[in-house]
């Protein structure tokens, strides 16, 4: 997909629960902070299948999942293409949008 085509996500006091996926603790304070500093409410998972655990739960609350690329239990590659086969076994609308991100140098 090219960027020209891509669609801008707009945070607004109604468009801010995240679902931050991290399994290392000082990057989830890290993110924690940044996030409550914009004044958003955010759901903790530790790792990608609680992340698809979340989600299923409360398909219709979040507005973004922020990711980490490499987890144990289930990475985000997989854990997005199973969030995404649920939305669609579940007629859901695939307005979610995803960022993945790496902590490795």
């Known amino acids: 997909m090219h960027l020209s ?3 801008k996500v707009t945070f ?4 801010k629960h995240i679902l931050i996926v991290e399994d290392h603790e000082i990057n989830q304070a890290v993110i ?10 955010y759901d903790l998972a530790n790792n990608g299948h609680e992340a698809v655990q979340h ?12 990711m980490d690329c490499e987890m144990p239990v289930l ?3 997989e854990a997005s293409k199973q ?8 007629n859901l609308e695939p307005n979610l949008h995803f960022c993945m991100y790496s902590t490795y140098f």
């Open 83 to 90: 969030i995404r086969l649920y939305e669609k076994e579940n």
């Open 75 to 77: 990475d985000d590659y």
């Open 12 to 15: 607004t006091p109604e468009r």
């Open 5 to 7: 085509s891509q669609k």
């Open 55 to 66: 989600y299923k739960e409360k398909p219709e609350s979040f507005d973004l999942i922020l």
């Open 32 to 41: 924690k902070g940044f996030l409550d500093n914009f004044g958003c409410t």
